[in-house]
């Protein structure tokens, strides 16, 4: 096999009360990457398009071939590649656009050496691919782009993932207003210590989450979806984020939050009717503020990162 391709989807990291251990994965919206085998050695990024020429080609800087060659390294070979990235996420967006690009770049690199590693194997080299892009080797986004689903990190030392059940009906609207936010700068505005109170607080929604999840219980969901750790610091970057929440509750959604580091904000709902509501309540409060907005519909993607293209 000598080209393959490989696509990854965006990610709601998070979750509310999950701060860097949990996360969920988008249909459709993703990115798309092309690996080839190359006769002259090293990574070499030949191509991006839909970054309006933002993104770098230097291998040692971009997801895609950061995330090769800690997998090559790991096998301990040198093959050449060249990779061609294909950006469908907007970038600081908070819909884990760097993790994409690792995630899909892995699952192609992956089916070209003949599939050394299973889908989970590969999670720890994403993580060196976020390490570069936010300075921080979170999991939480790369982990459910790579296996779909809801995807708790129960421990990063060492490194121990599960997959979740995702209720029937369970939808996500994403509203990404017009603004950029870097993970690390998102990140760098975050209390470094929590009191016991907080603490108590957030285990409790993390617990009644993932509760939530396995008995279909919407209204625990509701409950749970609730964050003393980050988003009190977060939130006041996003105009809108708090007026937004009580519109969302009004016409029944389960509830909202920031997506990863913002500016997106996801809402959840119990079915596609409140979830195509939810967007239309957003844009009323978007227009106000005088924001663009985008609005993404979609069910929980539990397949995650997939080959689309292979040739011989
Ligand atoms: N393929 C890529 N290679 C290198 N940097 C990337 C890539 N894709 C996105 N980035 C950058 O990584 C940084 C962090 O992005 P990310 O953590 O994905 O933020 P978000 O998920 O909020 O969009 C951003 O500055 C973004 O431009
Ligand atoms: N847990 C991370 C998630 C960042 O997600 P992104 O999509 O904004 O990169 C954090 O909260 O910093």
Same mark, same amino acid.
């Given at each position: 096999m000598k080209k393959v391709t490989a696509f990854a989807p965006a990610t709601v990291a998070n979750v509310s009360c999950g701060f860097d251990i949990l996360g969920f994965a988008i249909d459709e919206l993703g990115d798309q990457v092309t690996v080839m085998r190359s006769d002259s050695p090293g990574l070499k990024v030949t191509a991006i398009s839909g970054d309006g020429g933002k993104l770098p080609y230097e291998a040692e800087r971009n997801t895609c071939s950061v995330a090769i060659q800690a997998m090559l390294d790991q096998l301990g070979i040198a093959q050449g590649m060249e990779i061609i990235l294909e950006k469908g996420l907007p970038l600081g967006s908070g819909m884990g656009s760097s993790a994409a690009s690792a995630a899909a770049a892995l699952v192609a690199a992956n089916a070209l050496l003949n599939e050394p590693f299973t889908k989970k194997e590969l999670v720890p080299f994403a993580m060196e691919a976020e390490r570069v892009a936010c300075g921080a080797a979170h999991a939480d986004n790369v982990a459910p782009s790579i296996l779909g689903g809801f995807v708790l990190i129960r421990d990063y030392q060492p490194l121990d993932l599960v997959k979740l059940p995702v209720p029937a009906g369970l939808h996500c609207t994403l509203l990404h207003p017009h603004l950029e936010l870097n993970t690390s700068d998102s990140r760098s505005v975050l209390r470094k210590q929590i009191s016991l109170k907080d603490s108590t607080i957030q285990s409790g929604n993390i617990a009644g989450l993932i509760s939530g999840l396995f008995l279909s219980d919407f209204q625990l969901i509701s409950r749970s979806l609730r964050d003393v750790v980050a988003e009190p610091s977060r939130a006041l970057l996003i105009p809108g984020f708090y007026e937004l929440r009580e519109n969302i509750k009004a016409i029944g959604a389960l509830g909202s939050? =920031? +997506?990863? +580091?913002? /500016?997106?904000?996801? @809402?959840? +709902? /119990? #079915? *596609? %009717? =409140?979830?195509?509501?939810?967007? *239309? @309540?957003? %844009? #009323? @409060?978007?227009g106000k503020i005088g924001l663009g907005l985008d609005v993404y519909i979609s069910e929980i993607n539990n397949n995650g990162a997939y080959l689309k293209e292979e040739k011989i």
């Open positions: 939050g =920031i +997506s990863g +580091s913002g /500016p997106t904000i996801f @809402v959840l +709902s /119990p #079915d *596609k %009717e =409140i979830a195509i509501m939810a967007g *239309k @309540v957003s %844009e #009323d @409060v978007f």
